[in-house]
Nanobody, 123 residues
């Protein structure tokens, strides 16, 4: 069973940085996509960044140039480096995964989710 455990959230001032980590285990085969999805009560869920099985990364327009998704060589830890944080980045961040060569088109297609880690950004 796939298990995803996030860490690294916290409170930071606007303009600051945080790095989220996701410890991943239990994959039954080697082809899968991983990503970060955030959720706020007002905006719902937003796919922030994804990393396809071939290593290609994709980002939401709102975070391009500020966030970087990466993974250890053994693919057991996923990261999200978040720089120049803004108040609108405050959310619960979830690590997600889905089997397949490419990443799902829709947030609802991810089968595996971590418990989430909260990011708070103050002015």
């Amino acid at each position: 069973q796939v298990q995803l455990v996030e860490s690294g959230g916290g409170s930071v001032q606007s303009g600051g940085s945080l790095r989220l980590s996701c410890a991943a285990s239990g994959f039954a085969h080697s082809k899968y996509c991983m990503g970060w999805i955030r959720q706020t009560p007002g905006k719902g869920r937003e796919e922030v960044a994804t990393l396809a099985d071939d290593g290609s990364a994709a980002y939401a327009d709102s975070v391009k140039g500020r966030f970087t998704i990466s993974q250890d060589n053994d693919r057991k830890t996923l990261y999200l480096q978040m720089n120049d944080l803004k108040s609108e980045d405050a959310a619960m961040y979830y690590c997600t995964a889905e089997y397949g060569t490419w990443c799902p088109k829709w947030v609802d297609e991810y089968d595996y989710w971590g418990q989430g880690t909260q990011v708070t950004v103050s002015e």
